[in-house]
Each structure stands twice: as structure tokens, then as C-alpha cells.
């Protein structure tokens, strides 16, 4: 079946612009991750959601980042005045439930110049 | 508050060669521990996972041990093939999500 798709690919964008990533995870998953990978720090969680539930921010490094995920299916990322060191690969995953086997997509790479 | 290292960092080998990937955890309370593939400027591969509770897995060439007293997992990759170049990941879920080691870049040469 289809895997985690993420969208754009890739985004460049000016400093100080808004941005939204989107996700769209396995159907049927009800947990669905967002995790930043840059060269520095590794990989890093940002968010997660679980079926209803209000969502874990824990990981956010900012209130310029927020995220939805609307109807449990599709979630979006945004990052609102963006900075130069928010540049990085943004990967969603998805799993049936907390502590299952997470499926990741292939990331968003943005840059911000 | 957990931390997952991973050694070595790069690895070279001749094809053929059978390999150990060496992965440790700081806090033995975890969930999971998944291992990981990830290709040049691609996401990331899921090979393996292992619960808190099980020993080992396999798949293919491919066997992960886990031992969650000692905080440490081993991915063992058999007849190792230029294919098998890339970065390999542990991962360990304890609270909501993974925390990831650095990785191994592994480099098999034909």
C-alpha cells in the first residue's frame, strides 16, 4: 500500500516568510510524528498527535512552530517568520498506535536564505 | 534523560564481509528499539524493530539483538553488498517518540 507522502519536497524560502509542510500518513495510523533532521543536531522530535487526543508540543523549539492534523489523516506543519536556522529535512512518520513500528516519508528540505 | 549513541561513526568493508553495528542507550526503560536505513538525501528506512520485551529479530541478512539491562543493541549484517551502503540509525521510543543516535555511515566497496 502507499506510504507516508510528504509535500513539497523541497521549499526555499526568504527569511521572515510563513511556510506549511504537509503530511499525509499510512491510512489507518493513528499516530503521526514530526521530526526535524539537521546537520548539527541529528534528528529531533517536534510533535506528535495520537487519534483525538491533544497533541504532544513537547518538541517544538518555538512558538513560530505549530501544527494540525485534521480529521486524524493529514497533518500540517508551519513555520511561521522563519529564520535561517530553521533550515533543515522536516520528516513525518506514522504508526498504528504509540510504541508500533514508525514508517517515515521521504521529508521536506527546506532552506531558508 | 535518555541519550542513544552509536559506534563506530563510518565503517569501510570489502564485499562479503559480515559486520556488527554497535548502538547504546543511557535508560534501560524503553518501549522499543528500531533500526533504521537512510540513503543519501532520502527518509528513513525502517529494517527492524524490537520490542522491550524480545531479544532479537531478523530479517534477511539482517539480525538485531537487543539488551535492555545493559543498554545496548547490535545489528548484524551478513555478506554485506555494495547495496548495503548508507547510514544506519538506532532509534529508541521510551516516552512519545524515537530518540535517535547519530548513525553509522557504512561504505561497502565491490
Known amino acids: 500500500g502507499a506510504g507516508v507522502s510528504q509535500s513539497p519536497s523541497n521549499k526555499v524560502t526568504e527569511k521572515g516568510k510563513d511556510v506549511e509542510l504537509r503530511c499525509d500518513p499510512i491510512?489507518?495510523?493513528?499516530?503521526l510524528y514530526w521530526y526535524r533532521q539537521s546537520l548539527g543536531q541529528g534528528l529531533e522530535f517536534l510533535i506528535y498527535?495520537?487519534?483525538?487526543?491533544?497533541?504532544?508540543k513537547s518538541g517544538l523549539p518555538s512558538d513560530r512552530f505549530s501544527a494540525e492534523r485534521t480529521g486524524g489523516s493529514v497533518s500540517t506543519l508551519t513555520i511561521q517568520r522563519t529564520q535561517q536556522e530553521d533550515s533543515a529535512v522536516y520528516l513525518c512518520?506514522?504508526?498504528?498506535?504509540?510504541?508500533?513500528?514508525?514508517?517515515f516519508g521521504p521529508g521536506t528540505r527546506l532552506t531558508v536564505l | 534523560k535518555q541519550e542513544v549513541t552509536q559506534i563506530p561513526a563510518a565503517l569501510s568493508v570489502p564485499e562479503g564481509e559480515n559486520l556488527v553495528l554497535n548502538c547504546s542507550f543511557t535508560d534501560s526503560a524503553i518501549y522499543n528499539l528500531q533500526w533504521f536505513r537512510q540513503d543519501p538525501g532520502k527518509g528513513l528506512t525502517s529494517l527492524l524493530l524490537i520490542q522491550s520485551s524480545q531479544r532479537e529479530q531478523t530479517s534477511g541478512r539482517l539480525n538485531a539483538s537487543l539488551d535492555k539491562s545493559s543498554g545496548r543493541s547490535t545489528l548484524y549484517i551478513a555478506a554485506s553488498q555494495p547495496g548495503d551502503s548508507a547510514t544506519y540509525l538506532c532509534a529508541v521510543q521510551a516516552g512519545t517518540a524515537l530518540i535517535f543516535g547519530k548513525g553509522t555511515t557504512l561504505s561497502v566497496s565491490s
Open positions: 498527535f495520537q487519534g483525538n487526543s491533544a497533541p504532544d
Open positions: 512518520a506514522s504508526s498504528l498506535a504509540r510504541s508500533d513500528e514508525q514508517f
Open positions: 491510512s489507518g495510523h493513528t499516530a
